[in-house]
């Protein structure tokens, strides 16, 4: 009879660190990024939109023009990634999804997901905003090392904060449910005072001169 040769602790523990990795695969790095204004040379009369990072081997620069486009303008996002160890731009997919932002309800999708492929040294993208209101950009690549997500605020118009209608939404059914409670108080008060059995009237008592003491008449 073959006796069976024992597994080995190390061997455990590569078997079960692959298993694990395959069921749980690394997440990709996200980062919420934070653009700013700025004049170019080429738009001097209209601000563009911005956005510089260093992130782990990889240099990105976004530029949106116009930085704050009006409903219904054609706008034109161009993305530059550059790979700091090789010197060499990225030559893989860069993806673009863009996200209509709303308080307590899901966003929508508005753009994308596009695909776009390195032209002249950058990815560009010309996604129109139909409605004013505020947004979100999702550049996604995949590095050399691992998946990278950027998400950028951005402005369409002249928009409102999403929680402002919240918030006048829930003092509007506060002051309902005030108004309602009161209502429901008075309508109590009034049943107790209807249903009340009324106190019978005393009678008058006649009394004559004979019942007074001589000191009341």
């Known amino acids: 009879m073959k006796k069976r040769t024992p597994i080995s602790r190390h061997c455990i523990h590569i078997i079960w660190g692959m298993a694990v990795c395959i069921a749980f695969p690394a997440a990709a790095h996200h980062i919420l990024g934070v653009p700013h204004y700025a004049y170019d040379e080429l738009y001097p009369q209209t601000p563009v939109l911005t956005y510089k990072a260093n992130l782990h081997t990889y240099r990105i620069e976004m530029t949106a023009y116009p930085g704050k486009p009006e409903p219904g303008e054609r706008t034109s996002i161009h993305v530059y ?11 893989g997919d860069v993806t673009l999804t863009i996200t209509r932002d709303r308080a307590l309800l899901p966003e929508p999708v508005v753009y994308g997901p596009i695909e776009a492929e390195v032209e002249e040294a ?3 993208f010309f996604p129109n905003f139909e409605r004013t209101g505020n947004y979100s950009l999702e550049l996604s690549f995949e590095g050399s090392d691992d998946e990278w997500i950027i998400e950028l605020p951005m402005q369409v118009g002249e928009p409102r904060s999403p929680w402002l209608a919240v918030g006048a ?7 309902l449910l005030i108004g309602l409670r009161a209502f429901r108080i008075k309508k109590k008060r009034a049943e107790r005072v209807s249903s009340a059995v009324p106190l019978p009237e005393a009678e008058p008592v006649e009394t004559s001169d ?3 003491r001589p000191e009341q008449i």
């Open 169 to 175: 939404g829930g003092a509007t059914l506060l002051a």
């Open 122 to 124: 950058m990815f560009k």
């Open 81 to 91: 990634i550059l790979n700091t160890e090789t010197g060499m731009i990225h030559d």
């Open 210 to 212: 004979q019942d007074l």
